[in-house]
């Protein structure tokens, strides 16, 4: 079985530009959250789908956004990108989505922005 | 809100001494508690969780916690340190209503010298 895949795996942008983020989870998994990790604050939560709804959001600004297709694929987007949203972008898929399942983790999307 | 404290941001062990990485959590209700490790370049990986029943959990490569509810704890630990095990370890809870989010600590890293 395939894993979770991010692409791509590494971007560099300059800030105001916008950016999209990809996730394909592992086959069958239904929910994807995102997380953004920095050596400051370790992972941050960002969101999750599940069937294509948003179910959870994290403490972040409108700029951050993301979808999840019929297929459960997930795209996020960074909008108007700031020098502090340079970060490894993370997904994760779970079966479900509940409380007591583990997550399995893409390698991540490394952000750069100049 | 729920929160997790990793109080160390680095742990050095020499290997084949034992090793023990802390996590302290707060959260509301009974707790869904998880390990996490990231080796340099990679997502994260699972290592066990707690739902419930015996305090101590078994988990992947000879890695064990044990759950303290009266200390809030949950710390991570190796009977014997290789020099493999280095990497970024991450502690993680959950409350108990379904579908919550997963909220992690800041990481720890741990160092085995040969």
């Known amino acids: 079985k395939a894993g979770v895949t991010q692409t791509p795996r590494y971007l560099i942008k300059t800030r105001g530009q916008q950016v999209t983020l990809s996730c394909s989870p592992i086959s069958g998994h239904r929910s994807v959250s995102w997380y953004q990790q920095t050596p400051g604050q370790g992972l941050q939560f960002l969101f999750e789908?599940?069937?294509?709804?948003?179910?959870n959001k994290g403490n972040f600004p409108g700029r951050f956004s993301g979808r999840q297709f019929s297929n459960s694929r997930s795209e996020m987007n960074v909008s108007t990108l700031e020098l502090g949203d340079s970060a490894l972008y993370l997904c994760?898929?779970?079966?479900?989505?509940?409380?007591?399942?583990?997550?399995?983790f893409g390698s991540g999307t490394q952000l750069s922005v100049l | 809100a729920q929160s997790v404290a990793q109080p160390e941001d680095q742990v050095n062990v020499a290997e084949g001494n034992p090793l023990t990485v802390k996590c302290t959590y707060s959260v509301s209700g009974n707790p869904y508690l998880f390990w996490y490790v990231q080796y340099p370049n990679r997502g994260l990986q699972f290592l066990l969780k707690?739902?419930?029943?015996?305090?101590l959990v078994k988990g992947s490569y000879g890695f064990e916690a044990e759950f303290n509810k009266s200390q809030t704890s949950f710390h991570l630990k190796k009977p014997s340190a290789l020099v493999s095990d280095s990497a970024l370890y991450f502690c993680?809870?959950?409350?108990?209503?379904?579908?919550?989010?997963?909220?992690f600590g800041k990481g720890t890293m741990l160092l085995v010298s040969p």
């Open positions: 994760a898929s779970s079966s479900e989505g509940s409380t007591n399942e583990k997550l399995f």
């Open positions: 707690y739902i419930t029943g015996d305090n």
């Open positions: 993680a809870v959950r409350d108990g209503r379904g579908y919550s989010t997963l909220t």
């Open positions: 789908y599940f069937s294509e709804t948003q179910r």
